[in-house]
């Protein structure tokens, strides 16, 4: 057993669940113990379990098995300690997670999560005087300083296999099929599966779209004889006009929904219908193209079952060194990918920071290469 100046440890799992969780508190929970005789104090869904003091005592049985399971065994929520939904309000409950850490004598609570979980735990090292160490996931890959996040894989795997199969029904009906792909600030599942899958136009949003020019490239594939075309849209996509009347301040970007209001025979309107981003992109080709076009959302199927090898390998690294890291009393860090290995880098350097794709990124040139239309 090697010296540690770390005695006994906390962890939680925040934000979106995502493949490759579980893979993670694995690789800590058997370094920290098997490695170092480190304590482990699993918290219960993300920050909120913190606050309530909900734990689970984690050790190599409790881990046992769960390197190929998908989704958490702590549970997670995507609450923050100092926004604390209680009693219909939020409320600042720092203290009441520094009061449980300090009852548990833990050294440093380990987060894994997405960017809001980075930034939350920043926050409680700064106001609340607690040590922390954190991991990068989600499928999004886009927290800042790492090459990649684990989910990121898994969840490319899944929407590449929709768009593969999503190809079989747009050539036989001669169809524009439009798959929403998640990834609401940051557009690297819908251009990674975009690109793998073959797809015809990639819409991410980073680079706000102008569909007439989609519909230009759409008939220009007609012309050639393609009868169908598949479009790959992350779900924050928005349009030249929405981005232009965002940065006027004249409209917050909207969450991809245009309000598209039914009305009965009399005229009066019966119900608001909330048009998804993808479905209006569909319908609005449709009509400027004559060419039926179908949608299909993937929503949280893309975060759904067991994680990749690529995941579970990333996964268990970082959770190893985490374990290494914790050992050498090195605290305050963010485990990161670079290259072919792990580093720790600060974490007030990727707290409140998102990594979005270059619009001269070489995956966007290398797609435009392929006679990809990025949607302008
Ligand atoms: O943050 C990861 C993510 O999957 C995003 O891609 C997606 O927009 C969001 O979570 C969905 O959040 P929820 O699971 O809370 O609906």
Redesign the pocket.
């Known amino acids: 057993m090697a010296a540690s100046k770390t005695k006994c440890i906390g962890i939680l799992t925040s ?4 493949p490759g969780l579980n893979a993670a508190i694995r690789g800590v929970v058997k370094a920290a113990i098997g490695s170092y005789g480190i304590k482990v104090v699993g918290f219960l869904d993300g920050f909120r379990g913190l606050v309530q003091n909900r734990t689970i005592a984690l050790d190599d049985r409790a881990v046992s098995g769960i390197l190929t399971q998908g989704g958490t065994i702590l549970g997670t929520a ?1 609450d923050k300690p100092h926004k604390m939904p209680v009693g219909g309000k939020k409320m600042d409950m720092t203290d009441a997670a520094v009061e449980n850490i300090r009852k548990h004598h833990i050294d440093c609570l380990v987060c894994l999560g ?3 979980t980075q930034k939350n735990a920043y926050h409680l090292h700064k106001e609340g005087g607690i040590d922390v160490l954190t991991l990068p996931k ?3 890959n ?1 927290v800042a300083e790492t090459d990649i996040t684990f ?1 990121f894989d898994t ?1 490319m795997n899944i929407a590449t296999d929709a768009i593969d199969r999503l190809h079989t029904t747009a050539t036989s009906h001669h169809r524009i099929i439009v798959c929403e792909i ?3 600030n940051a557009g690297w ?1 819908a251009l990674g599966a975009g690109i793998a899958g073959g797809a015809d136009v990639i819409m991410i949003p980073e680079i706000p779209y102008d569909l007439k020019a989609v519909a230009a490239h759409l008939e220009k594939r007609r012309m050639s004889g393609k009868r169908f075309s598949i479009i790959a849209v992350a ?2 996509a928005i349009s030249k006009a929405e981005a232009k009347a965002a940065a006027d301040g004249k409209k917050k970007k909207d969450k991809g929904a245009e309000v598209v209001v039914e009305r009965d025979a009399d005229g009066q309107p019966y119900h608001l219908v909330q048009e998804p981003k993808a479905s209006q992109i569909a319908r609005q080709l449709q009509q400027l193209t004559g060419t039926e076009a179908r949608v299909t959302s993937l ?2 199927v ?2 759904g079952g067991s994680p990749s090898p690529r995941d579970r390998f990333i996964s268990s690294i970082l959770g190893t060194a985490a374990a290494d890291a914790l050992a050498e009393g090195n605290y305050n860090n963010m485990i990161a990918v670079k290259g072919d290995r792990s580093e720790p880098v600060p974490l007030k350097d990727v707290a409140g920071k998102k990594k979005i794709v270059p619009a001269d990124h070489p995956s966007i040139i290398s797609a435009q290469r392929l006679g990809t239309c990025m949607g302008v």
């Open positions: 934000g979106g669940d995502c995507r997405g960017g809001g989600t499928i999004d886009d989910g969840a998640m990834g609401h599942l779900e924050g929503g949280h893309q975060r």
